[in-house]
């Protein structure tokens, strides 16, 4: 997400760190190039014209040429403005009124509604709602069927729509449904259609009146660019929308649509898909993907990931272990495990400070099956190898391969990076001892 914009926007600033005190002219030319990256990323003109004279207007002042660090002020001001672009602070879901209260998702085919209605229906169970999944595609074939499976693997409960029913009545006798059962959301899942027409957008208002939603959601497709804008823009004139869900944004590498459409219909994003589990649906931060975009991380997003994964008393045990320094193989097995609930592994690195910089790193994206592989090779040793690497010689090397399917190279590798990190954590353990360092719980 956004690799071409923070590559351009990095080769910019490297330039300007390049220089003592910045001239108003080669602020005005770094602007330039921001302009030009931000127009090839797909930002739509006007919001791109518009950015840019909020950052000229700050940049060629006495906040910037008249201090000690001109190119570090000026990726300040960058930072601040992108994060107001893209809506200050996080948006949250209106979820007030008498209950149930109703969620209704509206988009074009393909943009992903019905996978967002279930991600959005499991994200609002882990936090104590009940939520009420409603099918009201009556066009697409097997939407009603997909949406129903999908509560299921989601653990909630779906409406029992028909086909030969009008999505009227459907969202009439859910919303009568999901009040008599107790259930406090609504989410409908609306019809798409390839493009915008009459008909469907007077479908849409209807089940709008029938069930006035405290939240009209546009779940539209982040890698469309421009004409997801234009998309959005419409179906604000005619239905008034609340926010914005960004899907698909895990294979985007521009970005623009993110960019614009908060400032062009005035409306916040609220989610971003970013991937196809269930779990891949991120509250929208504008602060902390500014950062992402300019190279700086995502901290804050990656610890919270850890905590979702990580229960209090095994990030106690941890601790412990890194503090004593006895973190054995056995403990890098059972991380390994954690660490893969948490998600992709090249979205995680992404979030942290400085990675996208390093020409090392840059590209890298770890295979799933090399983690099986890792946690096969560890399975096939005994608990007295697990607790002690260090007596693992060539003839138990060997043997782990063989028990393992995998090559002796394999198991070299195993060894070689595991003491890498056991270095590392006893260099933690120190810094523990001396209250230096404590692990995220």
Excluded: C, W
């Excluded at 330039?32 to 700050?58: C, M, N, P, Q, S």
């Excluded at 400032?263 to 779990?279: C, H, M, N, S, T």
């Amino acid at each position: 997400m956004f690799e071409r914009l923070s590559d351009k926007l990095a080769q910019v600033f490297k330039r300007l760190k390049g220089r003592g005190k910045l001239t108003e002219a080669e602020v005005n030319e770094a602007l330039r190039e921001v302009r030009l990256a931000l127009l090839e990323a797909d930002v739509h003109y006007k919001v791109t014209k518009g950015f840019i004279e909020k950052v000229r207007e700050r940049a060629v002042g006495e906040e910037v040429m008249r201090s000690l660090t001109p190119a570090q002020q000026v990726i300040k001001i960058v930072h601040e403005e992108l994060t107001e672009l893209l809506g200050g602070e996080a948006p949250k879901l209106d979820l007030s009124g008498r209950p149930p209260v109703a969620i209704m998702l509206v988009g074009l085919q393909g943009s992903g509604k019905t996978t967002t209605a279930a991600k959005l229906a499991r994200r609002l169970k882990s936090q104590g709602r009940q939520p009420y999944l409603v099918p009201a595609d009556v066009q697409r074939p097997a939407a009603i069927e997909q949406l129903q499976r999908l509560a299921a693997d989601a653990g909630v409960d779906a409406h029992r729509s028909r086909p030969q029913q009008d999505p009227i009545t459907i969202a009439h006798d859910a919303m009568e449904a999901a009040y008599s059962a107790g259930y406090d959301t609504v989410i409908l899942d609306t019809a798409g259609r390839l493009h915008i027409d009459a008909p469907l957008m007077a479908e849409l208002k209807a089940v709008k009146e029938t069930t006035q939603p405290t939240e009209i959601l546009l779940v539209a497709d982040g890698m469309t660019g421009q004409d997801a804008v234009q998309v959005a823009q419409k179906f604000h004139d005619l239905l008034k929308l609340s926010g914005i869900i960004l899907t698909k944004m895990e294979g985007d590498a521009r970005g623009g649509a993110a960019l614009s459409m908060r400032a062009v219909i005035g409306r916040p994003i609220k989610f971003l898909g970013v991937g196809e589990k269930l779990d891949a649906l991120e509250v929208f931060h504008p602060d902390r993907l500014a950062s992402r975009i300019l190279g700086m991380g995502d901290v804050l997003s990656l610890i919270e990931k850890a905590q979702e994964s990580f229960d209090a008393e095994q990030m106690q045990a941890l601790e412990k272990k890194i503090r004593k320094e006895t973190f054995n193989l056995e403990d890098f097995r059972d991380q390994l495990r954690q660490i893969q609930k948490m998600g992709p592994m090249e979205q995680l690195l992404e979030m942290i400070p400085g990675f996208s910089k390093h020409k090392a790193l840059k590209g890298l994206k770890p295979d799933p099956k090399e983690l099986t592989k890792v946690e096969a090779i560890i399975n096939s040793m005994t608990p007295t190898e697990r607790a002690n690497y260090q007596i693992i010689n060539g003839s138990r090397r060997r043997r782990i391969a063989r028990g393992s399917g995998t090559s002796v190279e394999d198991v070299n590798r195993l060894l070689k990076n595991f003491a890498l990190t056991q270095k590392m954590m006893k260099q933690m353990g120190k810094l523990g001892k001396r209250g230096r360092f404590a692990l995220p719980g």
